[in-house]
């Protein structure tokens, strides 16, 4: 457990409030700014410019012309107040600049008065207000407030979403030379190294041969982790959180064992030992692009079919909704885009590319290629946490909601005990943990407390009604944030878990070797392939 | 003509001029900015057909408003509605012979303005009555409300109370359309409503009017979700692999 807090935690009642708002609660806070090196190997300038003023408008101009959603955002917000009361991060700490509409104004007052006619000549009228050190302050501190969650986005009249706005700002401030420590400094690392944690190779061998024999001992089964092996059929992509973190770790274990029950080749990659992308929570889109590639060079060196992504909120957006127009990872490529067409001709398109190993584990269970017992999670009452960028900003399956659907089934055939928390509080509904989008540092640790408390007042109302003693997760930010938060509210960090957990406890592992199994999963596999892509 | 409609007319030509111009012009921005990452709010349609629907339920029934605020909803769906009926009730005096279905639908309209002024009402009660509402209002949000009620309650009061010279209304819009200027009534009510009505025009493509075109171009609404069966390619981010 932590050190006492120097903040207040409220005490959960297991409903949702909304406070009244109290100005300036949160204004103090900042997380650390990076430093020069941090900055330049981003392409930022190393500190804050001598000409930011103008640089700041000038880059406002180029983003409001290169993106439309910012420009239509910064037209269209009639301040209804329909988001006022939907920011996770406004309910738990009632500073009226985590409103999203005042999130958003932030921005919009500046964008008046250097874009628009009425705030050019009238801007006492709109609220137009010059660029001052005050208002990049300001920036600084909310834009890193928000988690890029995009819940303000499902109930607003126009769709207007702060998260486009909130990286559009980060976008700004690092180019003028105000960035933040958390999310360069991890970045730097992806675009250098391969992974959020810096982990060279042999690190990560080291790992996944210990966990080889970690699992070797409690199964008695040689299931494999294999790295780097060219040939294999799929290419795991995963957070480099899930090599050595807890609870993290137990999910590699349940994609290892799954794979290996299914009799799948598979592989991780040292270049592509991270599906995170921090350029997504800086607005960057050249250095989400250059994160991006690694995983297209990794999977042409490697030459596998398919690529699987393992359990990370973020990084599923980024991989779902941006991989095909970032890299090429997809379908659909024009007949005269080379670049695309060379990594699509490898892959096989009678399933998703990419796929969420949910989707990848749901449908073998679905087909009966991997067996479980149930019985082996029933010291569990599970429910389930909807990560934001999952629910919010992308899809699994073939239906729209089916990243809902999806990984509730997978709960639900590997274990018996399952309890949805209270409506409004998941689905497209659900609140984000309080630590995505650059916030998972100690240095917001009262931002990141504070923002958990809506999910944590659901939370608790199934715990009192249910008993439920397991939060599952399909996130690394959720998991690190949840094991983090969770003691501040009086629970334990072992109730958090992630769903490959479940079915890493459930499976049936086959004997020695997969002789027999591997047919059946290639018989089943040819059905599938007969079935047809759609 | 009398110095009065000739700044009338004047101010209408204006009006139109810079309500056309100016909404074109924000069209033209909002089509030729591009959008270069598929970021639809999910979950969200997988096919044109289903975008188009999503778009039709904002649009006509305000969806997200309804899951967000059942207050704001019905006060802004009155309003809206209610300005709608009574936009197509003017049709009216532009036309030289009234089709069937206008002059059928004229008491709605009538009436409407009722539930376009109440709306107006329980949307400015809100930034009074609810705090975090009335911390995010500007002086212009209440300057467009006032606008608004004015317009409404000024054609109110020449429908239900003190009527006005509707033939002379019709020949000196219908003169607006056919480009020979005919003289304004001068009945105070009128000109207020018909100024008021004029600075709406005048005022919609520079301020927050702009939710009209912009839902329609909304990125998290009106795109496909289909990112993993069809690359999507900005030209700016396609010359990234150039």
């Known amino acids: 457990m932590a050190a006492a807090p120097n903040f207040e935690v409220a005490k959960l009642t297991g409903e949702i409030t909304v406070p009244k708002l109290r100005e300036g609660a949160m204004a103090g806070i900042k997380s650390y700014n990076a430093n020069d090196k941090m900055q330049e190997a981003l392409g930022f300038p190393g500190a804050l410019v001598e000409d930011w003023h103008d640089r700041a408008i000038g880059k406002m101009g180029e983003l409001l012309k290169k993106y439309r959603s910012l420009q239509v955002f910064m037209d269209a917000c009639v301040h209804c107040g329909a988001c006022t009361d939907k920011c996770h991060y406004y309910l738990g700490t009632s500073d009226p600049k985590n409103m999203p509409v005042a999130r958003q104004e932030l921005m919009r007052q500046v964008y008046r008065r250097y874009f628009t006619f009425a705030g050019k000549y009238f801007p006492k009228l709109v609220g137009a207000k010059d660029l001052t050190k005050e208002i990049l302050d300001d920036w600084y501190s909310y834009y890193y407030q928000c988690s890029e969650c995009r819940r303000c986005s499902v109930y607003c009249p126009y769709g207007i979403d702060t998260a486009e706005i909130t990286m559009a700002g980060r976008e700004i401030l690092d180019s003028i030379g105000v960035g933040q420590k958390y999310s360069n400094e991890i970045l730097g690392k992806l675009i250098r190294i391969g992974n959020n944690l810096g982990l060279p190779g042999p690190a990560i061998l080291d790992t996944l041969q210990g966990l080889e024999e970690d699992v070797l001992d409690e199964t008695g089964i040689p299931v494999r982790f294999p790295l780097d092996e060219e040939g294999a059929e799929v290419l795991l992509v995963t957070p480099s959180a899930d090599f050595f973190s807890e609870p993290h770790v137990e999910s590699l274990i349940g994609y290892a064992k799954v794979f290996h029950a299914a009799g799948i080749s598979w592989t991780m990659s040292t270049k592509a030992s991270e599906a995170g992308n921090f350029g997504l929570f800086i607005g960057s889109y050249e250095n989400m692009r250059k994160a991006a590639l690694r995983i297209r060079d990794a999977a042409l060196e490697l030459g596998v079919k398919r690529i699987v992504v393992g359990e990370c909120g973020h990084a599923w957006r980024v991989a779902y909704s941006f991989w095909n127009t970032l890299t090429g990872v997809g379908d659909g490529a024009a007949e005269a885009d080379e670049f695309a067409k060379k990594l699509q001709a490898q892959l096989d398109h009678s399933v998703p590319q990419p796929s969420h190993i949910c989707e990848f584990t749901h449908d073998l269970l679905k087909r009966g290629v991997i067996k479980v017992d149930k019985s082996k999670n029933d010291h569990r009452i599970i429910t389930f946490h909807d990560s934001c960028n999952v629910s919010r900003a992308s899809r699994m399956g073939d239906m729209p909601g089916g990243q809902f659907i999806i990984p509730r089934e997978v709960i639900k055939m590997v274990a018996n005990h399952y309890q949805d928390m209270a409506p409004g509080t998941t689905h497209e509904a659900t609140f984000c943990c309080g630590g995505g989008g650059g916030l998972l540092t100690d240095d917001l640790m009262e931002v990141r407390v504070k923002g958990a408390q809506p999910r944590m007042e659901a939370f608790k109302d199934v715990v009192d009604s249910n008993k439920v003693n397991f939060l599952a997760l399909i996130c690394a930010i959720c998991k690190a944030q949840f094991t983090k938060v969770l003691p501040y509210y009086g629970y334990d960090m072992g109730m958090v878990g992630g769903v490959h957990q479940l079915v890493g406890t459930a499976i049936e592992l086959p004997g020695l070797g997969a002789g027999p199994v591997e047919e059946e999963a290639e018989e089943a596999e040819s059905e599938a392939a007969a079935a047809g892509d759609e | ?242």
């Open chain 2, 1 to 242: 003509m009398s110095t009065l409609s000739i700044i009338y007319v004047v101010l209408f030509y204006v009006a139109t001029l810079l309500l056309v111009v100016g909404l074109a012009r924000k069209i033209v921005q909002y089509t030729r900015s591009p959008a270069p990452l598929k970021i639809p709010t999910t979950p969200a349609p997988t096919s044109t057909s289903g975008v188009a629907y999503r778009m039709a339920k904002e649009v006509v029934l305000f969806e997200s408003l309804f899951k967000s605020s059942k207050w704001t909803w019905i006060f802004g769906w009155m309003f809206h509605f209610g300005m709608l009926l009574v936009l197509v009730r003017h049709l009216r005096y532009f036309v030289a012979d009234v089709p069937g279905w206008l002059a059928a639908m004229q008491p709605f309209g009538k009436y409407a303005a009722f539930m376009m002024v109440a709306g107006l009402a329980g949307l400015w009660a809100r930034r009074f009555l609810v705090d975090r509402v009335r911390y995010i209002s500007t002086l212009s949000d209440h300057l467009m409300l006032a606008l608004l009620m004015a317009i409404g309650i000024s054609g109110a009061l020449m429908t239900f109370v003190s009527h006005t010279d509707i033939v002379s209304l019709k020949m000196f819009a219908l003169g607006l359309v056919r480009l020979s200027p005919q003289p304004v009534p001068e009945t105070p009510i009128l000109l207020v409503h018909l100024a008021t009505v004029a600075a709406l025009m005048i005022i919609f493509p520079i301020s927050k009017l702009l939710h009209a075109p912009g839902v329609f171009f909304s990125p998290t609404r009106n795109q496909v979700d289909n990112p993993r069966e069809r690359r999507h390619l900005a030209d700016w981010a396609a010359q990234l692999e150039k």
